[in-house]
């Protein structure tokens, strides 16, 4: 037999009785729970949706689904890190390379011709200034989206991302303090090593914080699957 709607409501109510709010969860234990409980209300007709479930929890021993729920929140997680690696791969392969190319030849250009107040500043630090404000934006808008997505694993997990950024942003700084003159040559001279590290520890930083959201909604976009799969 196929569970209807209200049904699937209440199984989701109970899973989330059992100590699992996150929706992306619920979900992927939905479809293993949904599947069973199917099974044993097929298999006897008077069978209450309750019983039904108490039967399927009791199958996974005093723990319940606390098992499962583990294998699920590791697979949305190392799907959440396979994601951001394709999308940070399709990025050299697709037009929008270009965003990051102009961006990059702006920073350049400021650092070698703009003086702000007289001051000179290296590509690190013009780098460092624009991602900030880069930062600023993602922050917003993770703000925005708070309400609707907190409760998801996915949106969990997708603010771990900020842990690499800040450790990303804290070498830069200390690189910058090294650093009085821009220094863009190959040389293997302690200061462009220098530079060139910060320079590329900061491009993954500002290129980083524009893919968590595109990351998080492919992440939020395969539960919707099982969403219109349960209530579609």
């Known amino acids: 037999m196929k569970l209807s709607k209200d049904q699937i409501t209440i199984l989701k109510k109970l899973i989330s009785y059992k100590g699992y ?17 199917e099974v044993l209300m097929e298999t006897d007709p008077k069978l209450a949706l309750d019983d039904a479930f108490r039967k399927v929890h009791s199958e996974f021993g005093i723990f319940g689904f606390l098992g499962l729920a583990e294998s699920y929140m590791k697979s949305i997680e190392k799907r959440y890190r396979r994601f951001f690696w394709e999308e940070f791969k399709s990025l050299f392969r697709s037009y929008r390379i270009i965003y990051p190319m102009t961006m990059t030849f702006i920073l350049y250009w ?90 590329v520890a900061l491009s993954s930083c500002f290129i980083s914080i524009f893919l968590i959201p595109r990351v998080l909604n492919r992440s939020i976009q395969e539960t919707k699957k099982l969403q219109v799969i349960y209530e579609g």
């Not at 996915?154 to 690499?164: A, G, P, R, V």
């Open 110 to 199: 400021l650092s070698v011709n703009a003086r702000p107040f007289g001051y000179e500043l290296s590509l690190p630090t013009w780098g460092g200034i624009f991602f900030i404000t880069g930062l600023i934006f993602i922050i917003v808008r993770y703000w925005k989206i708070n309400k609707s997505l907190k409760n998801y694993n996915s949106y969990k997990y997708s603010t771990n991302s900020f842990i690499f950024i800040n450790a990303m942003m804290q070498f830069n700084i200390f690189g910058m303090r090294f650093l009085e003159n821009p220094d863009y040559t190959v040389a293997l001279t302690p200061q462009s090593i220098l530079t060139w590290i910060s320079i």
């Open 21 to 37: 709010p996150e929706i992306d969860v619920q979900y992927e234990i939905l479809d293993h729970v949904a599947c069973k409980a």
